[in-house]
């Protein structure tokens, strides 16, 4: 039996929460990573008897775009497979669902289903410091859970039961696209790290509105933080989620 974690994470909340699940798992699992841009997805491959864990951020109620087509390639050939919705403490609405819809067309068989909370990749106050100590512990025994479905080989019978509508939600656009300020170096490792290959190295400073997924790597990732977002329209942002997001959200579990 093969373990593979199969996880979109630019800022690395998502990867944290799979990681968490995966615990038991040890070294033993693989890893495919779906911001890698240079991959061929379609030449992934998984066998029957082997289990991935699948873990995607919620973008505005919807699997990311550029997550949905990655995944979308690979070929599931009867796998099992946990899915991870990973969300900043507003809602994670249709992305359940259609994280199921993708995968079960893919040819896998969903077993069980985690939703999780992650600090919002733009409004950091959000769910700030989550996954924490506590988060981390329940995922655990979220695993041991999933752990023992797992060993019932009859678990590919029932189709499993998530939250979501079909159709979904009509998706968002990017919205915020981050810009390079005076301290940008050029360096280039914002270009290089992009998930969506939408900055340039020729134009570095930039970001092409129609490729910016507004995952919010390159903030993430610049060494000289000259990368961000509008100020306003963040704040603007903020205070419109500010009711639903205050409220702290649960982890939950589906099995």
Not at 44 to 54: C, P
Not at 217 to 225: G, L, M, N
Request: glycine share 8%; proline share 4%; aromatic share 6%.
């Amino acid at each position: 039996m093969r373990y593979v974690k199969v996880v979109f994470s630019p800022t690395g909340g998502t990867q944290k929460v799979a990681d968490a699940l995966a615990g038991e798992w040890g070294e033993h699992a693989d890893s495919v990573d779906l911001t890698d841009a240079g991959k061929d997805y379609s030449k992934i491959e998984f066998q029957e008897d082997d289990v991935a864990l699948i873990a995607i951020p919620s973008y505005g109620g919807r699997v990311p775009e550029l997550a949905a087509k990655r995944l979308g390639q690979i070929h599931g050939n009867h796998a099992r497979c946990i899915l991870v919705c990973v969300y900043g403490n507003r809602a994670y609405e249709d992305t359940l669902v259609e994280m199921q819809d993708i995968t079960e067309k893919c040819g896998f068989y969903v077993v069980a289903a985690v939703t999780a909370i992650a600090e919002h990749s733009i409004m950091h106050q959000y769910a700030a410091g989550r996954p924490d100590v506590q988060d981390v512990r329940e995922l655990q025994d979220f695993a041991k859970k999933i752990s023992g479905k797992l060993q019932n080989r009859d678990a590919k019978s029932l189709q499993l039961k998530v939250p979501g509508n079909r159709p979904y939600k009509k998706a968002g656009g990017a919205g915020l696209v981050p810009k390079a300020d005076k301290n940008c170096t050029a360096c280039g490792l914002c270009a290089k790290d992009c998930p969506a290959q939408a900055i340039s190295r020729e134009n570095i400073k930039e970001a092409d509105s129609k490729k910016c997924i507004s995952c919010m790597r390159c903030v993430v990732r610049c060494p000289e933080s000259a990368r961000k977002v509008n100020a306003m329209a963040v704040s603007a942002a903020a205070l419109a989620m500010k009711k639903v997001c205050t409220v702290k959200k649960e982890n939950e579990i589906f099995l």
